[in-house]
């Protein structure tokens, strides 16, 4: 299971790193990958685009290795982005 980073429901944070995907809800008839952000220490935000699909979160998917700064609020586990927050700080072959 991967350890995610959990805020309290409403609380607003800002955060830069690259996006991933890991599996959430394992061992569950809603197991699925899910995008997240991995900080340069280490810890993983899970996160979600509100107006994406929750199971494909399709705009986060083609963001993969690229380095983003985020800004969203807590909701249940899930650091929630609208779909102005986030900016591309640099594309995968950018990323040293």
Not at 66 to 87: A, I, M, S, Y
């Amino acid at each position: 299971m991967t350890p995610f980073t959990k805020g309290e429901t409403g609380e607003e944070l800002t955060v830069e790193g690259l996006v991933e995907f890991h599996e959430v809800a394992e061992r569950s008839h809603s197991a699925h990958r899910a995008p997240a952000l991995r900080d340069d220490q280490g810890a993983l935000y899970r996160l979600a685009l509100v107006g994406d699909n929750p199971f494909e979160q399709s705009t986060l998917s083609e963001l993969v290795g690229c380095r983003l700064r985020v800004h969203g609020r807590w909701k249940n586990g899930t650091l929630r982005l609208q779909p102005d927050g986030f900016e591309l700080l640099a594309a995968p072959n950018e990323v040293p």
